[in-house]
């Protein structure tokens, strides 16, 4: 197998993870409408984990993009 092709199917793979973090991002939202639809009066107590979650989720996102460009341009 050719190097250039090695990576490029390294860097597909990679890209699996920010696939994942929009599933994620999407489950986080999901359950806090869910949640501030059943108490609204605790939704606001309940937004700065939901940021949290989002943030630490899309922070694993990029981290899956930085290594698939790292495979592509830099190895």
């Given at each position: 197998m050719e190097v250039d092709a090695a990576k490029m199917i390294g860097a597909g793979i990679a890209?699996?993870?920010?696939?994942?973090?929009?599933?994620?991002?999407?489950?986080?939202?999901?359950?806090?409408?869910?949640?501030?639809?059943r108490n609204p009066a605790a939704a606001a107590s309940q937004f700065t984990?939901?940021?949290?979650?989002?943030?630490v989720t899309e922070a694993l996102g990029i981290f899956?993009?930085?290594?698939?460009?790292?495979?592509?341009f830099v190895l």
């Open positions: 890209c699996i993870g920010m696939g994942g973090a929009g599933v994620g991002v999407g489950i986080i939202f999901g359950n806090y409408l869910s949640g501030a639809l984990n939901l940021i949290f979650g989002f943030a899956s993009l930085l290594v698939a460009l790292l495979l592509l």
